[in-house]
């Protein structure tokens, strides 16, 4: 009964920030590093940013490094993705999930970057 609960996307404008919060339950979540990822209809699923178990490493690529911020709260079995200097190019349903995935993804949540 794992559940991976996506909230906080949205309406964003180019150049603004938007910030993502994944709800996790039903595992060990201090236990599992965590990611997050994006995907366009049409698209293979892109990860954006991995964090290690305790938050003290992190993984970006090159499409997002230096706007996205990775983080983790263990007390409160929470992911947040904090995106800024947004581009339409960002526009996708965002996942999180554990590593390794777990193979049930959740609903995600749309960000949709315009003006």
């Known amino acids: 009964q794992v559940q991976l609960v996506e909230s906080g996307g949205g309406l964003g404008q180019p150049g603004g920030s938007l910030r993502l919060s994944c709800a996790a339950s039903g595992f060990t979540f201090s236990n599992y590093a965590m990611s997050w990822y994006r995907q366009v209809p049409g698209k293979e699923r892109e990860r954006v940013a991995t964090v290690g178990t305790t938050g003290g490493t992190t993984n970006y690529p090159d499409s997002v490094k230096g706007r996205f911020t990775i983080s983790r709260d263990n007390v409160k079995n929470e992911l947040y993705l904090q995106m800024n200097s947004l581009n339409p190019e960002d526009t996708a349903v965002y996942y999180c999930?554990?590593?390794?995935?777990?193979?049930?993804w959740g609903q995600g949540t749309l960000v949709t970057v315009s003006s």
């Open positions: 999930n554990r590593r390794p995935n777990y193979p049930s």
